[in-house]
Nanobody, 124 residues
């Protein structure tokens, strides 16, 4: 089992920044690829960004490319999502997820463990 706890969400004005954190406990964090997904009201959960177990490979949704950066610190068992130039359409609950094994970064069904989510609200 891997337990994931997100933090860092909040209310921010358009153009602002937030950094989300996801702290992991349980099994060896460095064995897992990690992803961030988000879900807006009335919409399906969608892929945002993902990072390989070593941190050497990253993927981003087109909608956030150039604005968001995913990173991880395996010594701290934590993955981060730095979000800059935020837009109202970024408003959602953000979830982190962990996956070990065959990795399809943008497929939520591939992820084995999920956090409870943190709310991000961007005002215009």
């Amino acid at each position: 089992q891997v337990q994931l706890v997100e933090s860092g969400g909040g209310l921010v004005q358009a153009g602002g920044s937030l950094r989300l954190s996801c702290a992991a406990s349980g099994r060896t964090f460095s064995n897992y690829h990690m992803g961030w997904f988000r879900q807006a009201p009335g919409k399906e959960r969608e892929f945002v960004a993902a990072i390989s177990w070593s941190g050497g490979i990253t993927f981003y949704a087109d909608s956030v490319k150039g604005r968001f950066t995913i990173s991880r610190d395996n010594a701290k068992n934590t993955v981060y999502l730095q979000m800059n130039s935020l837009k109202p359409e970024d408003t959602a609950v953000y979830y982190c997820a962990a996956e070990r094994g065959r990795w399809v970064p943008n497929n939520r069904d591939e992820y084995d463990y999920w956090g409870q989510g943190t709310q991000v609200t961007v005002s215009s």
